[in-house]
């Protein structure tokens, strides 16, 4: 994780990166109950997965994504962080912990939930600082905070 660039002093990105220590506390705890083969624990914490990442992902496609998109130099790479909420959204909201495939999936999606979030906090986070104006993160942060009061 990026520590040298000050973005993480950036109010949003604050916002951001409390979200995802959320979520990865949340995963790790989801594979120790697996482990322990407490199924119904993991259930639950599926479940706190997918509500907080629904939110954070609706506040980042919504706000700092859509602004820096607007940018060519990184519309692929948002479009592919897109992309990888989609499908992680998709596994978590159709989990099925009585299939083997489905659990052993889960170990590979809370895997790649800490590439994807080192992708954002590693480039495109660092990014944002040169690449937006004052304008954009007031933009940004009020798409954050609608997307949270939604909850």
């Known amino acids: 994780m990026c520590h040298y660039c000050g973005c993480r002093e950036i109010p949003l990105i604050k916002e ?4 995802h220590e959320s979520v990865t506390d949340a995963a790790g705890a989801a594979l120790r ?6 199924h119904e624990l993991v259930a639950e914490l599926v479940a706190r ?8 992902w ?7 994504f859509a602004v820096m998109a607007a940018d060519p130099e990184y519309a692929d790479y948002i479009d592919a962080l897109v992309a990888e ?7 978590l909201r159709g989990i099925d912990l009585d299939r083997a ?8 999606a809370v895997a790649e939930l800490h ?14 600082l040169t690449a937006l104006t ?16 939604a909850d």
Request: glycine letters at 8%; aromatic letters at 8%; hydrophobic letters at 40%.
């Open 85 to 91: 909420h989609r499908d992680l959204g998709a596994f």
């Open 16 to 19: 951001f990166i409390a979200e």
């Open 115 to 128: 590439h994807h979030i080192a992708k954002e906090e590693d480039g495109l986070f660092p990014a944002s």
């Open 58 to 64: 609706r506040g980042e496609e919504r706000g700092l």
């Open 33 to 38: 109950a697996l482990d322990a083969g407490d």
């Open 101 to 108: 495939e489905d659990v052993a999936r889960l170990r590979e």
């Open 134 to 149: 004052g304008e954009e993160w007031n933009r940004s942060m009020a798409a954050w905070r609608e997307a949270h009061q």
């Open 49 to 56: 997965m997918e509500r907080e990442l629904v939110a954070h």
